[in-house]
């Protein structure tokens, strides 16, 4: 069993939609949790970032996350052509003492907004 | 600054070959790694740099080696290639993330290899 399961789509919706996004992870000790957008044949770039549980808001984006259900979830409302792109959640642990903080991905969703 | 950059953007080998990925940043960051994505399994870490001369082992390291002879570059060498070894290789870095921050990290625009 992977660490961190994303479905990955492809997942097709109208323009102003609202897009819903999901990973489930087995790991407890995570306790970092982003979300990477990617255009095609480009690299992933952070798009939010949330540390622990709760909700955190950014414009049209909300990523949300459950360490009870160990699920996280990024939503997109008014959902915009642009948007179009594979997103990947990404978590880790904390850093013990100054040490590297490997990131764990999805496998990413492929996302396509159509007008 | 021109942020994390990767050289080349494509590379088409012959089994057996090897060869020499580049990346470098110039946004003075400690931390630097190199991932692999193929279809339906995300980026797995291959290498990472915790600093110049420090360099470690990621989930997939066979077949690749890896040097920090300064800050700003980090090359993946690939020893003996295969066709497993097709892929997008991205190289990520991020600043040293202290205690209790985690490592935003910033990602080149990849090399694509295909290994024939």
């Known amino acids: 069993q992977k660490e961190v399961e994303q479905d990955p789509g492809p997942l097709s919706v109208p323009e102003g939609a609202i897009v819903s996004l999901n990973c489930t992870y087995s790991?407890?000790?995570?306790?970092?949790f982003m979300w990477y957008r990617q255009y095609s044949r480009k690299g992933p770039e952070l798009l939010m970032y949330?540390?622990?549980?709760g909700n955190k808001e950014d414009g049209r984006f909300t990523a949300q996350v459950d360490k009870s259900s160990k699920y996280i979830s990024l939503f997109i409302r008014d959902s915009q052509p642009s948007d179009s792109a594979t997103y990947l959640c990404?978590?880790?642990?904390?850093?013990?003492?100054?040490?590297?903080?490997?990131?764990?991905f999805g496998a990413g969703t492929r996302l396509a907004v159509h007008p | 600054n021109a942020g994390v950059t990767q050289t080349p953007k494509f590379q088409v080998l012959k089994t057996g070959q090897s060869m020499t990925l580049q990346c470098a940043q110039d946004?003075?960051?400690?931390?630097m790694s190199w991932y692999r994505q193929d279809p339906g399994m995300g980026l797995r870490l291959i290498h990472y740099?915790?600093?110049?001369?420090?360099?470690d082992q990621g989930e997939v390291p066979n077949g690749y080696n890896v040097s920090r002879s300064t800050t700003e570059d980090f090359p993946l060498r690939l020893l003996s290639a295969a066709p497993s070894q097709t892929s997008v290789y991205f190289c990520?870095?991020?600043?040293?993330?202290?205690?209790?921050?985690?490592?935003?990290?910033?990602f080149g625009p990849g090399t694509r290899l295909t290994v024939l």
């Open positions: 990520a870095s991020s600043y040293y993330p202290g205690q209790g921050n985690t490592d935003t990290q910033y």
């Open positions: 790991n407890s000790a995570f306790q970092y």
């Open positions: 949330t540390y622990s549980s």
């Open positions: 990404a978590m880790s642990g904390v850093s013990q003492g100054g040490g590297y903080n490997k990131l764990i």
């Open positions: 946004m003075n960051h400690e931390y």
């Open positions: 740099s915790v600093g110049a001369g420090i360099t």
